[in-house]
């Protein structure tokens, strides 16, 4: 009987982790002992200080106190234009909209925990790595960078990133 009792709380746990549940199984994990895991709906965050998605995404998604940035592109929010044909001015824009979305979020660029970067050419990864220095301080976020075949409107750089929401 008691390790039924644990393959129970077992699979609950799982399913309970594997996203939200029907009220009909919240009696019966009271009734296993299990603590009630309440799941946040997730908040779209928007800014006008960022362009605007240009698909069907959002600019974040804040849940469960994290905050999911979509890639950013280097758009300039005012114009909706492209924004130069350097790497140096393409990245520093993609990294000033990254920064008004984790703002509009709640959050800063020292919550950041996780960063992604894609680039069309590898060879400009010292480049926009100067200029991630200039928006990250130590401990610095756990970064992903990769060479892409292409990126949305002949792009030079995208990047998406990960914050920790603080309580």
Not at 4 to 29: C, E, I, N, Q
Not at 71 to 96: L, M, N, R
């Amino acid at each position: 009987m008691l390790q039924r009792l644990k393959f129970h709380k077992a699979m609950l746990a799982r399913l309970y982790a594997a996203g939200p549940l029907s009220r009909t199984l919240a009696p019966l994990s009271c009734t296993l002992g299990l603590r009630a895991m309440s799941v946040r709906a997730r908040e779209v965050i928007n800014t006008p200080k960022a362009p605007a998605a240009i698909g069907p995404f959002s600019q974040a998604i804040k849940v469960q106190g994290m905050l999911y940035v979509s890639g950013q592109i280097p758009i300039d929010p005012a114009t909706g234009a492209f924004s130069g044909t350097t790497i140096e001015v393409q990245a520093k824009t993609v990294f000033e909209n990254l920064k008004a979305i984790v703002e509009a979020g709640g959050c800063d660029m020292k919550d950041v925990v996780k960063c992604t970067v894609l680039l069309a050419d590898m060879g400009d990864f010292g480049k926009v790595n100067e200029i991630y220095a200039t928006y990250f301080s130590t401990p610095y976020p756990a970064r992903a960078a990769f060479a892409v075949k292409a990126l949305p409107m002949g792009a030079l750089v995208e990047i998406e990133c990960i914050a920790a929401v603080p309580s």
